[in-house]
């Protein structure tokens, strides 16, 4: 039986909905009586969390659809005046729903008053940042649900100057900003003022992107790449940068090659997931490459596979490639005076290599738009394929610039007849052996993640592995780096940290060990996640 106040609130937003579609899906349900659904999609507004909104595709005030952007939107606009901020940027993805969530944003900021740029079609996620830094605009947007599944949609904001004494300077939101627009988006018009009076971005914007990029690279590359965008919008501009950077043109996975909204080859178009990269590697086997890039659908992450001593193709994880980058910048730049940055669940290995080199390192919460608010930042990664190798033209993480440092790092590798593992090996001898790995427990119900952290928060395994307990952190309490999770110290150099996700209906699981002997650090975390892994399930 569906309630009178949950039926008012249905009629209401069916009034102010401006897409028909989703009104009418409201519309059945109420005839039909479907509390079920409707309850779903009116269990609250749905929350800015990682720098903005992100979530499931559908009707009602709990989905990503038209009239929830469309307040969003408005909500911005208010925020936008308040602080006496002028213009905005807005750039979209590939997914369902982003051209229309694109429009209606332009539309309502323009009405509003804003000068409003609209990048010309689907691009990744770095050209919407280095365009709010080339553009000088106030505040930037991009239409993208990231790597999340193909039935979610999001919506990234970015600031461009200064707001509530922090200089963002092309980066993403933080609070509380976040919390601010979020109180706007709750008393905002629900039929805002549009205009078409909007400008498209030019061409020769993303060309100064493409140069940008490619400007990294000091000698052709005659690396062997295979390369994929899984179904996302990264192999236009990539391919660019490769051919102005003067490499070798990769093999594109044919399969993946086209921006594709249903993802059909893949579930969850993560580099992260398990199974996510085996096309690719299966195409580097068959012509004998040197390298594997993907990038995941709005590009800002960077994955990448090579083949073994031992001849087996094999994924690197973010915590490789990140300190293989860091070191790489440290030994072929002056970086005197700058800094360098992770987030807390990543390798505590990069802050050894810079404490080493005397250049400052800062730890940051989880997420990219923490990363990038370090002063005199020279790179940032998190261990969840987010690498900044170039803040002052993309202050944000940025897949294809990363992409093609690494090439250029493991190309030099070749040339002097070591592999991409040699390198990391010569690191593990000089710092450590800094083995890492994760475990990620997805739900269908949020209520489950809290109830994991509770137990482990409330009863930590006390031995793992043999090693016994030294400390426990409840991370809602820490004084530095306050967030929800725990992190647990053991001796022997093991590191244990558990959080929720903060894009996906997920409780993740870090776990790093360092030893002097690599074969040791491998074989001891892998028992530490057999263990941790019958804890979670």
Request: hydrophobic share 40%.
């Amino acid at each position: 039986m569906i309630s009178e106040q949950l039926k008012f609130e249905v009629e209401n937003w069916i009034k102010h909905d401006p897409d028909k579609k989703t009104a009418e899906q409201l519309s059945t349900w109420l005839k039909e009586g479907n509390e079920k659904e409707l309850n779903r999609c009116f269990s609250g507004f749905l929350q800015f969390g990682t720098a903005g909104l992100r979530g499931p595709l559908g009707p009602g005030p709990s989905c990503m659809n038209r009239a929830v952007v469309s307040r969003a939107a408005a909500g911005i606009a208010k925020f936008m005046k308040k602080n006496n901020l002028k213009s905005v940027v807005i750039g979209r993805d590939a997914r369902f729903g982003s051209i229309e969530f694109a429009q209606d944003s332009a539309e309502i900021l323009a009405g509003a008053g804003m000068r409003t740029y609209v990048l010309p079609r689907e691009l990744p996620t770095p050209v919407l940042a280095f365009a709010v830094k080339r553009l000088k605009v106030d505040v930037g947007i991009m239409v993208t649900a990231s790597h999340n599944p193909a039935t979610d949609n999001g919506y990234k904001v970015y600031l461009g100057g200064d707001v509530n004494g922090i200089s963002y300077s092309g980066s993403q939101i933080i609070s509380p900003v976040d919390q601010e627009i979020s109180d706007e988006i709750s008393n905002a018009d629900l039929s805002p003022s549009r205009s078409t009076d909007i400008q498209i971005v030019e061409e020769g914007l993303i060309n100064e992107y493409i140069e940008s990029v490619a400007s990294l690279v000091h000698k052709p590359n005659n690396l062997k790449i295979v390369y994929t965008p899984l179904h996302g919008v990264g192999a236009e501009i990539f391919m660019k940068v490769l051919k102005l950077a003067k490499f070798s043109n990769p093999i594109m996975v044919n399969e993946q090659k086209n921006p594709d909204p249903n993802f059909p080859t893949t579930k969850f178009p993560n580099p992260e997931e398990p199974g996510v990269m085996d096309l690719a590697i299966k195409y580097a086997k068959d012509v004998e490459a040197d390298l594997v890039i993907a990038n995941d659908p709005d590009a800002d992450r960077c994955a990448i596979a090579v083949k073994s001593s031992n001849g087996n193709w094999r994924t690197v994880r973010g915590d490789e490639v990140g300190t293989a980058l860091g070191k790489y910048l440290i030994d072929s730049h002056n970086l005197k005076n700058k800094s360098m940055a992770n987030s807390l669940v990543s390798s505590t290995l990069l802050s050894k290599i810079a404490k080493h080199n005397q250049i400052n390192f800062f730890e940051t919460l989880t997420g990219f738009k923490w990363i990038s608010k370090i002063p005199n930042l020279a790179f940032g990664y998190e261990e969840a394929l987010g690498y900044c190798v170039d803040p002052e033209v993309v202050n944000d993480k940025d897949g294809i610039s990363a992409a093609v440092l690494i090439a250029q790092l493991i190309d030099e590798l070749k040339n002097k007849g070591k592999s991409f593992d040699d390198y990391l090996d010569d690191i593990g001898v000089e710092f450590g052996f800094h083995a890492t790995d994760q475990i990620s427990v997805r739900v269908d119900d949020l209520a489950q993640i809290n109830k994991l952290l509770s137990k482990i928060i409330s009863d930590p395994p006390s031995d793992l592995a043999g090693y016994k307990i030294e400390s426990v952190e409840d991370l809602n309490q820490s004084k530095d780096l306050k967030t929800t999770g725990i992190r647990l110290r053991y001796s022997g150099e093991i590191r244990v940290i558990i959080r929720p996700s903060g894009t996906e209906p997920k409780l993740k699981c870090y776990i790093e060990v360092v030893k002097s002997n690599k074969s040791k650090s491998l074989e001891l975390i892998s028992q530490i996640k057999e263990v941790l892994t019958k804890v979670l399930s």
